[in-house]
């Protein structure tokens, strides 16, 4: 493999900054707190699994976020995939 070539975890904005905010250092500490596996947080990361109203509750109860600061973060997640998807530079 050349420079650069290596696999890296993807860019969630949602499950970023829940881990920041909340000093989790791996994805393995946020999904324990959020209740689920690490490959159940690992699909909603890759975007496999939807944010589903259950999944919303969950961060809610778990952190105390208020479900329209998720919704929002999770909703420029979209509007950034839909940018890179049409090939335009995002500024993160």
């Not at 690490?38 to 589903?52: A, E, F, I």
């Not at 909703?75 to 839909?82: A, H």
Request: aromatic fraction near 8%.
């Amino acid at each position: 493999m050349g420079q650069g070539n290596y696999w890296r975890k993807a860019d969630n904005l949602l499950l970023d900054t829940l881990k920041k905010e909340l000093g989790c250092p791996h994805d393995m500490e946020l999904a324990q707190i959020l209740g689920l596996t690490s490959p159940q947080l690992s699909q909603y990361r890759n975007g496999k699994y939807n944010l589903t109203p259950s999944f919303i509750l969950s961060i809610h109860e778990s952190v105390g976020w208020p479900t329209s600061r998720i919704r929002d973060l999770h909703n420029r997640q979209l509007i950034i995939n839909s940018k890179i998807n049409k090939g335009k530079k995002v500024k993160f």
